[in-house]
C-alpha cells in the first residue's frame, strides 16, 4: 500500500501563485507515475498533469500548460505542483495519485489522497 497526503492549498488572489504537495509514505518502491487531478463543484474530477518517476517526463492538461508546473523529489518520495497565474476557473479540490491503470490522463490511479482546496479569487 502506499499512502499520499497533500498540502499546500489554500486561498490566493487571481494571478497568485501556490505550491502544492505531495508526500507519499509505505511501498513507495512500487511509485512508477503520480498525477495531479481535481475537481470543481458540480464537476468531474479532470486531469491536471502528472509526472514518470524513474525518468521525470511531464504532462499536462492544455488548461494549465504553461502556468503549471510539476516534479518530483524522489528522496523524500514527494510530488509538486507550482501553480502560477491562477484563475478563478482553477478553483478545485485537488487530488494527489499514484499508480496509473490505463493512462496518465485517466482518473484510474491505485492510490489516491484525501485532496486539499485551492480557492482563487477574482
Known amino acids: 500500500q502506499v499512502q499520499l497526503v497533500e498540502s499546500g492549498g489554500g486561498l490566493v488572489q487571481a494571478g497568485g501563485s501556490l505550491r502544492l504537495s505531495c508526500a507519499a509514505s509505505?511501498?513507495?518502491?512500487?511509485?512508477?507515475?503520480m498525477g495531479w487531478f481535481r475537481q470543481a463543484p458540480g464537476k468531474e474530477r479532470e486531469f491536471v498533469a502528472a509526472?514518470?518517476?524513474?525518468?521525470?517526463?511531464?504532462y499536462y492538461a492544455e488548461s494549465v500548460k504553461g502556468r503549471f508546473t510539476i516534479s518530483r523529489d524522489s528522496a523524500k518520495n514527494t510530488v509538486y505542483l507550482q501553480m502560477d497565474s491562477l484563475k478563478s476557473e482553477d478553483t478545485a479540490v485537488y487530488y494527489c495519485?499514484?499508480?496509473?491503470?490505463?493512462?496518465?490522463?485517466?482518473?484510474?490511479?491505485?492510490?489516491w489522497g484525501q485532496g486539499t482546496q485551492v480557492t482563487v479569487s477574482s
Open positions: 509526472v514518470s518517476w524513474s525518468v521525470g517526463s511531464t
Open positions: 509505505g511501498r513507495t518502491f512500487s511509485i512508477f507515475a
Open positions: 495519485a499514484a499508480n496509473p491503470n490505463t493512462n496518465v490522463y485517466n482518473d484510474d490511479y491505485t492510490y
